[in-house]
C-alpha cells in the first residue's frame, strides 16, 4: 500500500518538489492556493471571475510524465500586442475548462487527464479569494500580489471572503500519512492554506506528522534576517493543536558571488538555529539542498524528495 502524502503550497517551490516526488512510490495529493491576483492569472481572474489558475497550471505540468517538448506548451506564454500577451497557454486551457463546466475542480481532473497525470490535484478552494495583509505598522494591503510587493513585516494575512474548502480536501488530509508545508512565500503561499479554518481543523483530526520544507533564502521584508525557527514559529501561531513535527533545512553555504548577487536583491540565506529548533521540540533533518538553476538558487527536488521518502519508510 503506497503512503499517502498531502502537499498544502503554491508557486515555483512546490512545483519544483512535485517534480521531484512524482516519481517516488507514494500517492500525492497537491493542494493549491487560489488567491493569486498577478501577471496572467490576475488579468484572467478580473475579467471571469475565477480562482487564479498560475499555481495550478505549474504543478501540473511538473506533475507529467510526458516528455517536455509536450509539456512545454503548457507554459508557453504569448508575447504579442494584443490581449493574449503574457498569457500561458496552460492559463487560457484551465480558464476555457472552468468556463465550460463551472467547476475548477473538474477542470483540473480534464487537463490531468491530458497530461497523464496519476497524481491528484485540488484547489484550496473553489471561490474567488482576495488575500489581505495588515503590517506591523498597521497598514492594510488588498491583493497577493501587492503583499508580495510590499516588503513588509506582517502582523496578520487572512482573506476578505470566507473561503469554503472542498470536502475531498478535507478528506485527503484526514487521510494522509504525511502533511507536507512546502518550501515557497511563507505568507503568499503556505498561510492561504492556514488562514481557513476548515483546512486547521481537519489538519487537528489527522494523526499524519506535518513536514515543513524551510525556504533556502529569505524575501526582502517579510521574513528578512529570519531563521529556520522563526519560519516555524510563525507557522506554528497559525496551526491549531497540532503544530510542526519535522522541518527539513538546507545546511550548504552559497559562494561569495551568490551573496553578492543576492544582496542587490536584499535577499539573504536562512540559518539553522539548532537550539532553538531543539526548545520547539523540532526534529531537523538537514543537508545540502541547493542546485543552480538559469543562476538562480533552487531546491534540489529530487534531494528533497528521497529525505521525504525516507523518512515516511521509517
Known amino acids: ?64 510524465p510526458l516528455p517536455d517538448e509536450i509539456k512545454s506548451i503548457m507554459e508557453y506564454r504569448f508575447d504579442t500586442y494584443s490581449d493574449l500577451n503574457g498569457h500561458p497557454i496552460g492559463n487560457l486551457i484551465l480558464t476555457g475548462l472552468q468556463n465550460q463546466n463551472n467547476s475548477l475542480k473538474t477542470s483540473i481532473e480534464y487537463l490531468s487527464k491530458l497530461l497523464d497525470i496519476k497524481h491528484k490535484v485540488l484547489p484550496l478552494s473553489e471561490d474567488y479569494l ?56 511563507l505568507y503568499t503561499s503556505i498561510m492561504p492554506h492556514l488562514i481557513c479554518k476548515d483546512i486547521i481543523k481537519t489538519i487537528d483530526k489527522s494523526k499524519a506528522p506535518i513536514m515543513y520544507l524551510c525556504n533556502i533564502m529569505n524575501q526582502p521584508g517579510e521574513t528578512e ?66 542546485t543552480l538553476e538559469d543562476g538562480t538558487i533552487k531546491h534540489n527536488g529530487l534531494k528533497v524528495s528521497s529525505i521525504i521518502f525516507s523518512y515516511l519508510m521509517r
Open 130 to 185: 482576495t488575500l489581505m495583509a495588515r503590517t506591523t505598522d498597521k497598514e492594510v494591503i488588498t491583493g497577493q500580489a501587492q503583499i508580495m510587493k510590499s516588503y513588509k513585516k506582517f502582523e496578520k494575512i487572512y482573506y476578505k471572503e470566507t473561503p469554503h474548502i472542498l470536502e475531498e480536501t478535507k478528506n485527503a488530509i484526514e487521510e494522509a500519512d504525511l502533511i507536507i508545508l512546502s518550501m515557497g512565500s
Open 1 to 64: 500500500m503506497k503512503k499517502k502524502i498531502v502537499v498544502l503550497g503554491g508557486g515555483t517551490g512546490m512545483s519544483h518538489l512535485l517534480r521531484g516526488l512524482k516519481d517516488f512510490p507514494v500517492e500525492i495529493t497537491a493542494i493549491i492556493t487560489v488567491s493569486d491576483n498577478g501577471k496572467s492569472t490576475g488579468k484572467l481572474r478580473e475579467e471571469f471571475l475565477t480562482p487564479a489558475v498560475g499555481d495550478i497550471r505549474k504543478v501540473l505540468t511538473n506533475l507529467s
Open 225 to 290: 534576517s529570519n531563521k529556520v525557527s522563526e519560519y516555524v514559529s510563525v507557522l506554528n501561531k497559525y496551526l491549531g493543536k497540532r503544530k510542526i513535527n519535522i522541518v527539513i533545512a538546507n545546511n550548504k553555504e552559497i559562494s561569495e558571488e551568490m551573496i553578492k548577487k543576492y544582496e542587490k536583491e536584499q535577499k539573504e540565506l536562512v540559518l539553522i538555529d539548532k537550539k532553538n529548533l531543539e526548545k520547539q521540540k523540532i526534529e531537523l533533518i538537514e543537508d545540502d539542498l541547493i
